[in-house]
């Protein structure tokens, strides 16, 4: 008697993607399925993000609060321009905390979803990409949490040119003014994990990327002054060096990577 073959997993074969094709219908159930995982962690995050909106709220405002940061003679007030703003804030505030929260399981669906249909060689970097890309992200948002400060000073000291003026500051677009730098730092210092994932399954080599740098440099220049959300000088510099000093700490892990790979083909062909 034939023993039926197992099938319970018909498209996650760890060797040989192409082993196993899933009809058109299945990719839909399992895309449905792992959609409506995320949206129901982010409905989750979202709640908690409600409560945890005031403290979130309180340490971010304390920033703007300091004292040290404004100029002598310049009295600076919160107010909102609309009865509808406080709810909204909190609103928009909660959605940013909740996505934050569930980022880290979006990502291991989406990472569920792309995996069944990746070569063994794909695979191995992304299991790498996926804790380090979360590390780079929180490094990139301390980063950014750490020149808010100054950024705020640079901004608050024009006013030293306006003695005797009252500012008046919606307190929803200065913390969102943060959560978009936060999240702008954290964005860019993915760049070396991009640049070594392509470099490790052979898209890019160190060679081209050190031979290009003049140009790497001006395309962080411009993506630097994109995704600083101020426009200020400071804030460029300050994602503009970093990611500089990224770019060419990625060519040597591109270089030892691409050593390792070779040796690793000449003992295979020695055997």
């Given amino acids: 008697m034939a023993v039926a073959p197992d099938n319970t997993e018909p498209w996650n074969d760890p060797e040989d993607p192409e082993s196993h094709r899933a009809t058109l219908v299945e990719h839909l159930d399992e895309l449905r399925a792992r959609i409506m995982r995320s949206l129901l962690v982010l409905a989750l ?16 405002n304390a920033i703007v609060k300091d004292p040290s940061l404004w100029p002598p003679g310049v009295v600076g007030k919160e107010a909102f321009t609309n009865f509808s703003d406080p709810f ?28 069944p249909a990746l070569k063994p060689n794909e695979r191995k970097p992304l299991r790498i990409v996926a804790p380090l890309s979360a590390v780079l992200f929180l490094v990139g948002t301390f980063f950014g949490y750490l020149i808010l400060r100054p950024a705020f000073g640079w901004f608050l000291s024009f006013l030293d040119d306006f003695q005797g003026t009252e500012l008046l500051q919606d307190p929803g ?10 999240f702008a730092f954290g964005l860019g210092f993915q760049l070396p994990l991009v640049l070594w994932f392509f470099g490790s399954v052979g898209i890019i080599t160190a060679d081209a990327l050190w031979k290009n740098w003049r140009m790497a440099v001006g395309g962080i220049a411009a993506l630097s002054a994109f995704l600083t959300p101020g426009g200020d000088f400071f804030s460029f510099i300050a994602m503009a060096v970093p990611l500089t000093l990224l770019y060419f700490a990625s060519i040597s892990a591109i270089r030892v990577t691409e050593k ?6 000449k003992a295979d062909a020695a055997e």
């Fill in 45 to 60: 995050g979202w709640a908690a993000g409600w409560f945890l909106e005031p403290y979130v709220y309180e340490n971010l």
């Fill in 173 to 182: 677009s200065y913390v969102i003014f943060i959560m978009k730098m936060l």
């Fill in 88 to 115: 909204f804030l909190k609103f928009k505030l909660s959605f940013i905390i909740g996505l934050v929260l569930g980022a880290p399981v979006i990502i291991v669906q989406l990472w569920g979803f792309v995996r």
């Fill in 260 to 265: 390792r790979k070779a040796k690793r083909e």
